[in-house]
């Protein structure tokens, strides 16, 4: 056998060892319509802001009407674009497991399951228990760094990438925490503008020639 043989024998062993570990079928194109369904959330997001406060600068009157008119939409508008971040995943990495021949569904697939919902149930809670005390200022970190959380937990079952991901979503969490009025531009920033970057940066290091390396 020779030495470039060798070589490819060691790479073979390495992509076996890589499949059964790691869940590598996650698709970049999902980070990429994650980031543009946030992107279009906080658009929407923004024009509801915007006619509130407009409404209320005309009459001068603070309306509890309005203001749980402003809160449904902006909580069915989050869990329109989470639907179709989840639904728009899916699909891509769906497409990306059939193309390789990878199952979707596997201990591995389950493991990063698990080690996202975890984080992400126990942000969920929070979040609601800040809507429910009416400190609505709190959310938008709360989801950030929970969210980042979650991505660094299940970093260890599939692309390691994930976990830079991660702890970049955390950091602006945090920084959030400081700029509380600022809130739906760092979760565009968050959830839009660095989960589009990712996704393109994983699609051409691991998809563009059509497998993973």
Not at 12 to 22: L, T, Y
Not at 35 to 63: C, F, I, M, N, P
Not at 195 to 202: E, K, L
């Amino acid at each position: 056998m020779t030495d470039q043989q060798h070589l490819q024998a060691l790479t073979d062993i390495k992509r076996i060892m890589e499949r059964s570990s790691r869940f590598i079928s996650l698709s970049g194109l999902s980070g990429v319509s994650a980031g543009v369904s946030a992107l279009v959330g906080a658009w929407l997001a923004r024009v509801w802001l915007v006619a509130y406060y407009e409404r209320w600068d005309k009459s001068g009157v603070y309306s509890d009407a309005d203001y749980i008119d402003l809160k449904y939409k902006l909580i069915i508008t989050a869990l329109v674009v989470m639907a179709a971040a989840v639904g728009g995943g899916l699909f891509f990495t769906w497409r990306r497991a059939r193309k390789n021949n990878l199952p979707i569904w596997d201990v591995t697939s389950r493991k990063v399951l698990i080690n996202v919902c975890i984080p992400l149930a126990a942000g969920g809670a929070f979040a609601a228990g800040l809507l429910y005390n009416h400190i609505e200022s709190l959310v938008a970190p709360t989801c950030l760094v929970f969210y980042g959380l979650a991505l660094v937990n299940a970093s260890k079952y599939t692309l390691p990438e994930l976990r830079y991901l991660g702890i970049l979503e955390v950091l602006l969490g945090i920084g959030n925490l400081f700029l509380l009025r600022k809130g739906l531009y760092f979760w565009a920033v968050g959830f839009g503008v660095l989960h589009i970057v990712y996704g393109i940066v994983m699609w051409w290091k691991y998809e563009r020639k059509g497998s993973f390396q």
